[in-house]
Every structure is written in structure tokens, then in C-alpha cells.
Nanobody, 119 residues
Framework: QVQLVESGGGSVQAGGSLRLSCVASGASISSYCMTWNHQVPGKEREGVAAIERDGSTKYVDAVEGRFTISRDNTENTVYLQMNSLKPEDTAMYYC?????????????WGQGTQVTVSS
């Protein structure tokens, strides 16, 4: 049983940056694959970035080179550094935890934090 709370969203102009945080409680994230996902109205939720227990990372093509996912197991927190933001990045961003390795589907989700990028 894991609780996830996201923060750091907001409104920013194109080209700006935001840093999202996801604080976990109830379990150590060291045992979990952690991901960031986003969703806009009328579309399916989709993965943006993932970080394995060993620190290896994966990104959707649209954000590679601009976003960086990281984890601090001591603080039980996952981050998403978002640089060179584009209006297309506007979405609700959700943190998720998947026990073990990435790939089988997330077990726990946060409530989300809104990111809005204006042109």
C-alpha cells in the first residue's frame, strides 16, 4: 500500500521549466519502478518517463532530451525536471509506482498535478 503525492505543477510560458515532485509514503520506493504519466481530456493516459530500481531511465520520444526523471530513495521522492517546455506538454501529470521492474502496469497512482504551457 503506497500513497503518492505530486507537486510542482503550474503555468509557464513556452521555453520555461518546471520540476515536478512525487513523495511516496507507506513503502520504500527502492522496491518499485517509478513513472511519470500525463493525460489530456479526451485522450488516454500515457507514459512520459520511467526509472527502474537500478536508476536506468526511459522516455517517450516527444520529451527525450528535454525531461529528466530521477529518484532519491533516501527521501522517498521521484522528480521530473521539465525543460524547454512546449504547449504540447500541457496536461495533468501523474506519478505512479509499479512493484518490481517496469513493464507490468502500475499498482499505485497519485492524484496528479496540472502543467499548463502557454505560447
Amino acid at each position: 500500500q503506497v500513497q503518492l503525492v505530486e507537486s510542482g505543477g503550474g503555468s509557464v510560458q513556452a521555453g520555461g521549466s518546471l520540476r515536478l515532485s512525487c513523495v511516496a509514503s507507506g513503502a520504500s520506493i527502492s522496491s518499485y519502478c517509478m513513472t511519470w504519466n500525463h493525460q489530456v481530456p479526451g485522450k488516454e493516459r500515457e507514459g512520459v518517463a520511467a526509472i527502474e530500481r537500478d536508476g536506468s531511465t526511459k522516455y517517450v520520444d516527444a520529451v527525450e532530451g528535454r525531461f529528466t526523471i530521477s529518484r532519491d530513495n533516501t527521501e522517498n521522492t521521484v522528480y521530473l525536471q521539465m525543460n524547454s517546455l512546449k504547449p504540447e506538454d500541457t496536461a495533468m501529470y501523474y506519478c505512479a509506482a509499479e512493484f518490481g521492474s517496469c513493464g507490468s502496469g502500475s499498482d499505485y497512482w497519485g492524484q496528479g498535478t496540472q502543467v499548463t504551457v502557454s505560447s
